[in-house]
Nanobody, 126 residues
Framework: VQLQASGGGLVQAGGSLRLSCAAS????????MGWFRQASGKEREFVAG????????VYGDSVKGRFTISRDNAENLMYLQMNNLQSEDTAVYYC????????????????????WGRGTQVTVSS
């Protein structure tokens, strides 16, 4: 599967953005999915994860209550709605996928992802 993230940009603190991740080459419904981010000089950080069926979602502590992950398997798309953005959210955001048998499993670790898309830059100005 090939993944392509989009929707990043420059936004003021307190603003919102919605990232998209488009999948091609294989049905997205076969993959549990996740968003990660990497700020300059820092390690890649888990942001959010969603199961194949979208039944289960998990979030990193720093984004809980502000970000929402979702997916549309029919359209082979995954989303990350980001609200109340803060300067510490500035990073390159990556979507990731892992083919998994369970419809309910989620993942948090970058090492669990088998596929990665190119990142999209999110910059939050204070």
């Amino acid at each position: 599967v090939q993944l392509q993230a989009s929707g990043g940009g420059l936004v003021q603190a307190g603003g919102s953005l919605r990232l998209s991740c488009a999948a091609s080459g294989y049905p997205l419904s076969s993959f549990r999915m996740g968003w990660f981010r990497q700020a300059s000089g820092k390690e890649r950080e888990f942001v959010a994860g969603i199961s194949r069926s979208a039944t289960n979602t998990v979030y990193g502590d720093s984004v809980k209550g502000r970000f929402t992950i979702s997916r549309d398997n029919a359209e082979n798309l995954m989303y990350l709605q980001m609200n109340n953005l803060q300067s510490e959210d500035t990073a390159v955001y990556y979507c990731a996928a892992d083919r998994h048998a369970s419809s309910f499993s989620v993942f948090r670790l970058p090492t669990q992802a088998a596929y990665w898309g190119r990142g999209t830059q999110v910059t939050v100005s204070s």
